[in-house]
């Protein structure tokens, strides 16, 4: 598997962001980071990577994020490629797999498609799921460790109940945790390199994506109501003694798994 494509998102850094009228994040006045799961699907991919491969990043957002993509080029990624268009705003994820899938096309056959497991503002954990399944090929979800075993990946999947461990080959998508891995930082080398590379741009058009096919228009769901709710503290009752705390902490325990 040489060639590996990586899809990351660029979420607020904060968790005081504003929507519109239709309920979509103003992204454009917020400051954005990388979705943390996908930082760490980057970082798989570059410690996957053998000498002939290559690491492409692709994201679908706004032009703002040609700077920070110029940074993962630093961090060793061969190719950065943005897709930006007004027509992609208020995309689902139906809407977002179709611009991926259409870039992943463009872009030729990878081997390997990673994706975080969950976005941390839409948080569907959809996208993964729809774009292998836009693309015909599997997903394997929730991946906590990757490596070789000759010409086949062995995944480390997280359950409930475990780790289940498989065997796979490509081209198959998978998503992968947040806490996996973590991004290398920027070394001399790869900021030499990346020096003479630039930002690839698809807009809609580039991609052969109609206005139908893309943002709200292209989208099976709308965001029809927002509400901001805090876990807060239990309200239950304030325990002194410690014998009678260790109980009742063990019947709130027993509630959540018996
Ligand atoms: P997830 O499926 O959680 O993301 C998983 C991975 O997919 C990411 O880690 C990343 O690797 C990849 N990925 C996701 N988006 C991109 C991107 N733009 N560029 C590159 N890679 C990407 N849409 C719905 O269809 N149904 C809903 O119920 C829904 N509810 C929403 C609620 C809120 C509060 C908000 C803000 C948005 C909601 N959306 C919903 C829209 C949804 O967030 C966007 O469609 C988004 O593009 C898909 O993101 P996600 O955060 O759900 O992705």
Not at 68 to 74: C, E, G, I, M, N
Not at 224 to 229: F, L, P, Q
Request: net charge positive; charged share 25%; glycine share 8%.
């Amino acid at each position: 598997m040489n060639n590996i494509l990586v899809c990351v998102k660029a979420v607020p850094a904060t968790t005081s962001v504003q929507v519109d009228g239709q309920y979509r994040l103003k992204r454009e006045g917020a400051s954005l980071q990388w979705n943390i799961a996908d930082e760490s699907a980057l970082e798989a991919a570059l410690s996957l990577k053998d000498k002939d491969g290559t690491v492409t990043v692709v994201t679908m957002g706004p032009p703002k994020l040609e700077a920070p993509l110029q940074d993962l080029l630093a961090r060793g990624c061969d190719r950065v490629v943005l897709i930006t268009d007004r027509l992609m705003a208020g995309a689902d994820t139906r809407a977002t797999a179709g611009a991926l899938r259409a870039a992943a096309k463009r872009l030729g056959p990878a081997d390997l498609i990673l994706c975080g497991r969950r976005a941390i503002d839409g948080e569907t954990g959809q996208v993964p799921g729809e774009l292998a399944s836009a693309l015909g090929i599997p997903c394997v979800s929730n991946v906590e460790k990757l490596e070789w075993e000759k010409d086949r990946l062995l995944l480390h999947r997280r359950l409930e109940t475990g780790v289940e461990v498989l065997s796979a080959r490509g081209p198959l998508v998978v998503s992968v945790c947040e806490y996996a891995y973590s991004l290398r930082l920027p070394g001399i080398l790869s900021m030499r390199r990346a020096r003479g590379k630039t930002v690839e741009r698809y807009s809609a058009a580039d991609l052969g994506l109609t206005a139908e096919q893309c943002g709200l228009k292209g989208s099976l769901t709308k965001v029809t109501a927002m509400e901001s709710k805090f876990p807060g503290l239990r309200n239950g009752p304030k325990e002194t003694d410690p014998a009678k705390g260790i109980q009742a902490l063990r019947a709130m325990l027993r509630e959540v798994q018996p």
